[in-house]
Every structure is written in structure tokens, then in C-alpha cells.
């Protein structure tokens, strides 16, 4: 997947997706994490997604947590029915930019790799995990 571009922004304002097989189990795994963590509190994701973003902001408004629950699953439930998609809208590739970003810090949290050095000690499975989204996010960040 190195050297090549995974997002293409066409004419017709659509995004391509040029993801393969392999990719696209990634991907379709990381929505279904999502979408399960935030459906299940005894999913590991469970606490960072329902946990506030900066704590100082909003972990006494409800309201706003409620907001960015609503946010997430909503997103990642887009992003899951049109994970075998050629081509996203932007509301689409939006949904799928945001999931793919929150399943991101759930990994990092969850896992301990809150510095280069965690990152780089931790298994190769998950660095590639871990790699291979950070790809997929700022190559799709790039459409837009």
C-alpha cells in the first residue's frame, strides 16, 4: 500500500477509494470496534470513548458528552455500510476520517503508546496496525 495513493479526489468531486483487500479489513475492523466499544461498556474502548476529550471542558456537561457519543456512532455507522465502497461522498469519507481517528486514540490509549518510545517497544502487529491507520488518515485528510 506504500507509494501509492489510497484517496483520490475525482472530478466529479467524488473520493476513490484504492484501498485493497488487506486494507479494507483494517478499516472494516476498526469501524466494527468503534461501533461496538460504544455499544458495550465492557468493550476495552469503551472508557475513551465515552470519556471527555479534554477533561478540563466538558466533564461536568453532560450535554456535550452526550453530543460527541451521538457524533461517534453516527459516524461509524456510516462508515461501516460503505466500507466496500469504490467511491465516498464527502459526508461519507468525513464519516470515515473521524472513525478511523477515534479508532486511533483508542488504540493508543488503550494500549500504552502514549510516547515514541512505548510505540516503538510495542509488538509489530500493532505498530503496523497503528501505522497503517495513521496512513489511511492523513492520506484521506488529504481530499479534503
Known amino acids: 500500500m506504500a507509494g501509492s495513493k489510497l484517496f483520490v479526489r475525482r472530478r466529479d468531486g467524488r473520493i476513490e477509494v484504492r484501498i485493497n483487500d488487506y486494507g479494507r479489513s483494517i478499516v472494516r475492523g476498526s469501524f466494527s470496534s468503534v461501533l461496538a466499544a460504544e455499544r458495550d461498556p465492557d ?13 478540563s471542558l466538558d466533564h461536568d456537561n453532560p450535554i456535550a458528552m452526550l453530543t460527541r457519543q451521538n457524533e461517534t456512532s453516527t ?27 477515534v479508532a486511533l486514540r483508542s488504540t493508543v490509549q488503550t494500549k500504552g503508546l502514549l510516547s515514541d518510545e512505548q510505540l516503538a517497544s510495542c509488538d509489530e502487529e500493532l505498530l503496523t496496525y497503528v ?5 489511511f488518515l492523513f492520506q484521506l485528510a488529504d481530499c479534503f
Open 75 to 101: 459516524n461509524a455507522e456510516l462508515a461501516g455500510l460503505t466500507v466496500d465502497e469504490q467511491f465516498l461522498t464527502d459526508a461519507e469519507a468525513w464519516a470515515w476520517l473521524t472513525t478511523l481517528q
Open 131 to 135: 501505522q497503517t491507520l495513521q496512513q
Open 43 to 55: 468493550h476495552e474502548w469503551h472508557v475513551v470513548l465515552s470519556g471527555p476529550i479534554d477533561p
